[in-house]
């Protein structure tokens, strides 16, 4: 990296920078801000960056080009604590695929190759082979994730390229590249703002936000009560803890995954503690059985559920779905995704098991309905007034509501895409996210020699749809490895350099 | 890997040729039954490879009709090691019948045991120790070109 170019002044963003959507060198020097040089700068610094990284270092791209910025310390920092509060602890074991490994560019050996090794258990190989027909698929522990990306993390030297901060925005630069304005935590640098300069940037900052259910969020504004209505991922071991000391009813909202496993928690511990809780889970869409439009295109589901192993089709990540929307645009586009998308959960054996006990012992009670609004009733417990399709009201009371929809926010609320969308020439896809094309460049923003890339759920809806996976975000590492080969920023992998990595992978040998 | 069409055909071809022809070099002087001069031997070996790769195609069709059954468009691992039943069955049975004339008569031990150990050896490869070289292949639906 080379040396900063320290100016004299103040160092902020200064009215004539925010104005101007394309910055000169001389207009950032003015500011004051001081500037250091980097060909590719990722922002981030979770999953997405990481991913990315560790695919332009297998690739060749040595630890001094790239710099990754970033509020976390560990790459993982954000999906564990969402996993944790939705009730995956370490031990327990996500809703992945065995070959998705995001500290493994091959995905080869398997996660369950893995854990059949270090558990000494050849039953996981059974259930491997025989999934997802005899079996539930196979899925990795959280715990397994975790520790391999550390040991990846260290491989690839992540942390001698972490640059802690927050950024602000991402302008084109009159040139060629881009500045990015970050925000160093206070005391560690001399002035407000730092700003890089770079050729490439690549955006993978997440999910710009949870959003509530707006009846939810009513209440939660109205009562200013934050403990009683939660969401899922909110950290909400209260509900837990209220529940051991006295019987209770819990309000779950919600057909996904995060349903099931709330759910699974509440019924383990009505077993463990032999607890009284009634739960009733109130779906706005109620599926009974298989649904689709043709014999083509059809899912299984019943009790309230839509079933599915993974949260895209499995095809989506290589097969026939991943290779027929490459080739949609607009509203076609926006139909294919319409189409594979709904909320869904995986059919696991257990948990039918526990649903089913709980609809004959009476106290599991799912419903189709809307809840036009909750109120607090008179001995302060949560009402809920739901209307089913077939136009009967209940009004549930409950002492705890668990929001399990996971309804993602705009992206423009994410000031990082506001800006983009603004200033940076970034305009939306036919479902409302970031365009982006098929080597994942966001469209609109190209600077001279210099690309903009995102990945992540920022980016769905484009030609690609399984974007915020694990896997997804492996594919579109690679889509961008390539391009940047292209580019001649580093030369393309072919089978032999892969081959050596992969050994070097192995041996935990550096890159 | 989640296949597509051309992606099915592609790898059946490629492993085949490398997999199984590497595979039907090693074997075909231990394979049970089977007497003559090696050279023979071979010859036949690499017709039953030849047979596999081109009624493979046809069959190939068939498993990507049969996937869209399926919501998910997937060929769940399993598929992919019983499918040795069914084509085995044709092979065999094409063979003993004389439709495949090119082919001299294989016993059925030195077929059966061939036939098997390159299949089991192509799906090995496929479900993992392909993806070492070829990184963009699982995730172009097996495409290898």
């Known amino acids: 990296m080379a040396p ?141 994730v975790f520790q391999s990306l550390e040991r990846e993390a260290k491989r690839i030297d992540y942390w001698d390229m972490l640059v802690k901060g927050q950024v602000r925005m991402v302008r084109r630069r009159a040139g060629g590249g881009y500045f990015t304005v970050v925000t160093p935590p206070e005391g560690s640098a001399p002035t407000k703002r730092i700003i890089f300069r770079s050729r490439f940037v690549h955006i993978a900052i997440g999910y710009p936000g949870l959003k509530f259910l707006p009846d939810l969020q009513e209440f939660r504004t109205k009562h200013g009560d934050y403990q009683h209505v939660v969401n899922a991922y909110e950290p909400h071991e209260q509900v837990y803890e209220f529940l051991k000391t006295r019987p209770g009813t819990v309000v779950i909202r919600g057909g996904g995954i995060v349903a099931s496993r709330v759910l699974q928690r509440l019924f383990d511990d009505r077993e463990k503690f032999r607890l009284q809780t009634q739960i009733v889970h109130i779906f706005r869409t109620f599926v009974t059985g298989s649904h689709g439009p043709h014999v083509w295109a059809r899912r299984k589901g019943g009790d309230g559920w839509a079933y599915q192993g993974f949260n895209y089709p499995k095809s989506v990540w290589g097969g026939q779905l991943k290779a027929q929307m490459r080739r949609l645009e607009g509203a076609e586009r926006a139909a294919k995704y319409k189409e594979m998308g709904g909320t869904n959960t995986p059919y696991r054996r257990r948990w039918q098991e526990q649903m089913r006990a709980g609809r004959s012992g009476g106290y599991y009670h799912p419903v189709q309905g809307t809840v036009d609004r909750v109120e607090r009733g008179s001995d302060g417990r949560l009402v809920s007034y739901v209307r089913s399709s077939d136009g009967i009201v209940r009004e549930p009371v409950a002492d705890y509501i668990i929001d399990c929809t996971g309804l993602e926010a705009d992206i423009a609320e994410h000031r990082i895409y506001d800006d983009l969308l603004r200033h940076g020439g970034a305009y939306r896809n036919p479902v409302g996210r970031l365009e982006v094309e098929r080597h994942f460049e966001v469209k609109g923003t190209a600077s001279g020699d210099g690309v903009l890339y995102a990945s992540g759920s920022a980016t769905l809806g484009g030609y690609f749809p399984g ?45 | 890997m989640v296949p597509t069409l051309a992606g099915r055909i592609q790898t059946r071809l490629f492993l085949l040729a490398t997999v199984g022809a590497i595979i039907t070099l090693l074997i075909v002087p231990v394979l049970p039954g089977s007497s003559g001069a090696l050279g023979d031997r071979y010859v036949t070996g690499f017709l039953v490879l030849a047979a596999v790769a081109v009624l493979g195609v046809a069959w190939e069709l068939v498993y990507h009709f049969l996937m869209q059954f399926r ?69 172009r639906g097996g495409r290898v070109l």
């Not at chain 1, 490895?481 to 081959?499: C, H, I, K, N, Q």
């Not at chain 2, 039943?85 to 031990?109: K, M, Q």
């Open chain 1, 4 to 144: 900063p170019h320290v100016p004299a002044s103040a160092g902020d963003l200064t009215p004539e920078l925010l104005g101007t959507s394309e910055w000169s060198d001389q207009l950032v020097a003015a500011a004051g801000i001081p500037m250091y040089d980097i060909p590719f700068l990722t922002v981030g610094g979770g999953m997405g960056s990481f991913v990315t990284l560790d695919y332009l270092r297998i690739y060749g791209v040595p630890a001094s080009q790239m710099r990754v910025v970033s509020n976390i310390d560990t790459p993982w920092q954000t999906y564990e604590f969402l996993t944790r509060c939705s009730q995956i602890p370490r031990s327990e074991r996500i809703r992945s695929d065995s070959a998705s490994r995001p500290d493994n560019i091959w995905g080869f050996p398997s996660y369950a190759l893995q854990e059949t090794w270090t558990d000494k258990t050849p039953a996981y190989l059974w259930q491997l082979l025989t999934e997802p027909l005899l079996n539930d698929y196979w899925t990795p522990r959280a715990g397994t």
């Open chain 1, 467 to 511: 974007v915020d996976t694990f896997l997804g975000l492996q594919i579109a590492a690679q889509e961008i490895a390539d391009d940047l080969a292209r580019r001649g920023f580093v030369r393309r992998m072919g089978p032999f350099r892969s081959t050596s990595q992969w050994f070097k992978w192995a041996f935990n040998s550096p890159v």
């Open chain 2, 71 to 139: 919501w998910e468009k997937d060929w769940p691992t399993l598929f992919g090691l019983l499918t040795l039943v069914p084509e085995g069955l044709l092979l065999y049975f094409l063979l003993r019948s004389g439709a495949v004339d090119v082919i001299d008569p294989v016993p059925s031990a030195a077929f059966w045991t061939h036939f098997t150990v390159v299949w089991v050896g192509v799906w090995l490869v496929a479900n993992g120790p392909m993806r070492v070289p070829f990184i963009r292949w699982r995730f």
